[in-house]
Nanobody, 125 residues
């Protein structure tokens, strides 16, 4: 059974860093693209970063240069390193499979996308 489980969220001060992890089970991670999305209160879910099976990455403009996505297929893990965090990064963060890492984050998800339960990130002093 396909499962994704995010971890690593919590409270961080502005300017700080945090690493989120996504544990994959029930499928062979090597063959799939994985994306991170986030949803802030009162806002729609948005794509943050995507990594395909060749480890090619795409990022939303709002996080370019601050966030880094990576994968470790042997450990069945995908990571999101977040640096220089600000209040606008406060959101629930989700990892997802059955995505396509096209140039536009608006095109990554489809009706076939499977989601983890999410982990909450709060950026506040």
């Amino acid at each position: 059974q396909l499962q994704l489980a995010e971890s690593g969220g919590g409270l961080v001060q502005p300017g700080g860093s945090m690493r989120l992890s996504c544990a994959a089970s029930g499928f062979t991670l090597d063959y799939y693209s994985i994306a991170w999305f986030r949803q802030a209160p009162g806002k729609e879910r948005e794509g943050v970063s995507c990594i395909n099976k060749f480890a090619t990455t795409n990022y939303a403009d709002s996080v370019k240069g601050r966030f880094t996505i990576s994968r470790d297929n042997a450990k069945r893990m995908v990571y999101l390193q977040m640096n220089s965090l600000n209040a606008e990064d406060t959101a629930a963060y989700y990892c997802a499979v059955h995505v396509e890492c096209f140039a536009s984050p608006d095109t990554w998800a489809s009706r076939d996308t499977s989601w983890g339960p999410g982990t909450w990130v709060t950026v506040s002093s």
